[in-house]
Every structure is written in structure tokens, then in C-alpha cells.
T-cell receptor, first 113, second 114 residues
Framework: NAGVTQTPKFRVLKTGQSMTLLCAQDMNHEYMYWYRQDPGMGLRLIHYSVGEGTTAKGEVPDGYNVSRLKKQNFLLGLESAAPSQTSVYFC????????????FGDGTRLSIL | AQSVTQPDIHITVSEGASLELRCNYSYGATPYLFWYVQSPGQGLQLLLKYFSGDTLFQGIKGFEAEFKRSQSSFNLRKPSVHWSDAAEYFCAVGPMEYGNKLVFGAGTILRVKS
């Protein structure tokens, strides 16, 4: 069972470069989320989606864009990477009922030099 | 505003000793509460969840949690800690408005000494 798969697992970028992180889930979940994790700050929500073709801003959306063209995929883009975006990024998905837990991928470790 | 507080950043316990990780929440209605565990280099794995009803819940790996509405707490416990329990633990509360979002605490890092 694949669950939630994130690619790539590691990446180093230079300031100003762009990249896209891919999240894929095979559980037919409606909801998908992108978080960043920084030491001592827990997980902070960047963007989320409540279904195919929808996206919404979370707590820390600045500098990121997302797209959900297919139900199973949720892409996170950095248009012009900054050192402050050095973090571990997690994707999660959840079924359609509000009492379901979120299922997490293994994360992408991103360093911006 | 909804929030989660995990007062202890680090906790160290001896193998075989009991464990309690604290979680306090602020939420306007009856919350859904979750405990997740994160091993180094891994994603978050669900330990247990609370939706309604009983106050004491059993999760995986021998963990349990007690919901106390009067204290707005959802503390995680384990009677006897194993070295493999060393990890970071996160408490979360939801659902948050549109999108069924969760709010996470800052986490507690558990160290187990032999």
C-alpha cells in the first residue's frame, strides 16, 4: 500500500530558483494538505485542497503556489526560492468525513542556499 | 482562536518507566483530537484519535490517552516505555472550519535512556 507518496525526498536549491514538489495519494481522498515543519514550531499549513480543481490558503501561504488538477495529485510550487523556505515539507490527505485522520507522506527535505 | 499547547519540548525517561505527554487545547466546540508520532526522517503516524464518548482511548503500540473536557487536556500515556518509543510526538485538534484542517502543537521530543 503506497498511501501518500512525496517526490523528491531531498533537494538543494539556490536562491531564486524554482521547483515543484509532487504529492500523490492512492486512497481516493478528497482533502489534501501541504505543511512545512520547522524546529520547535510543529507543522504549519501552507495550502490545502478540498477536492479536484480547488485550492485554498493556509497559515503560511506566501511564496508558494499549489495546483490540484487531478484528485490524486497535489503540487506545491516555489517560484523564486528563498533561504527562509528551507524546511521539511509534508503532504497529507484525508477522506471526505471530518472525523477521519490525516495520512502523511514521508516528507521532502528542501535546502535553499 | 483554536490552539494546541504541548508544554514540554523535551522529555527523558528510563526504559521501562511510565510516560505521560501533556497536551492542552483551545477549541470552541467538541473537538476531534489526535496524537501522532514521528520517528527521525519519517512522516507522521497516527497513534490514536478522539471523536466522542469515552474519556480513555487505546491506541497503537501500547499508548493510551485520556480526554478531560474540564481541563481541556488530552494527555498521552504509556505504562512502560521501550527504547523504540524515542521519537517526536504531536498533538492536534480539529476540525478547523472549511477544509477540515488541523492545528498541531509544537511537539514533544521523547528520549529514552537505558
Amino acid at each position: 500500500n503506497a498511501g501518500v507518496t512525496q517526490t523528491p525526498k531531498f533537494r538543494v536549491l539556490k536562491t531564486g530558483q524554482s521547483m515543484t514538489l509532487l504529492c500523490a495519494q492512492d486512497m481516493n481522498h478528497e482533502y489534501m494538505y501541504w505543511y512545512r515543519q520547522d524546529p520547535g514550531m510543529g507543522l504549519r499549513l501552507i495550502h490545502y485542497s478540498v477536492g479536484e480543481g480547488t485550492t485554498a490558503k493556509g497559515e503560511v501561504p506566501d511564496g508558494y503556489n499549489v495546483s490540484r488538477l487531478k484528485k490524486q495529485n497535489f503540487l506545491l510550487g516555489l517560484e523564486s526560492a528563498a533561504p527562509s523556505q528551507t524546511s521539511v515539507y509534508f503532504c497529507a490527505s484525508m477522506g471526505g468525513r471530518e472525523n477521519q485522520p490525516q495520512h502523511f507522506g514521508d516528507g521532502t527535505r528542501l535546502s535553499i542556499l | 482562536a483554536q490552539s494546541v499547547t504541548q508544554p514540554d519540548i523535551h522529555i527523558t525517561v528510563s526504559e521501562g518507566a511510565s510516560l505521560e505527554l501533556r497536551c492542552n487545547y483551545s477549541y470552541g466546540a467538541t473537538p476531534y483530537l489526535f496524537w501522532y508520532v514521528q520517528s527521525p526522517g519519517q512522516g507522521l503516524q497516527l497513534l490514536l484519535k478522539y471523536f466522542s464518548g469515552d474519556t480513555l482511548f487505546q491506541g497503537i503500540k501500547g499508548f493510551e490517552a485520556e480526554f478531560k473536557r474540564s481541563q481541556s487536556s488530552f494527555n498521552l500515556r504509556k505504562p512502560s516505555v521501550h527504547w523504540s518509543d524515542a521519537a517526536e510526538y504531536f498533538c492536534a485538534v480539529g476540525p478547523m472550519e472549511y477544509g477540515n484542517k488541523l492545528v498541531f502543537g509544537a511537539g514533544t521530543i521523547l528520549r529514552v535512556k537505558s
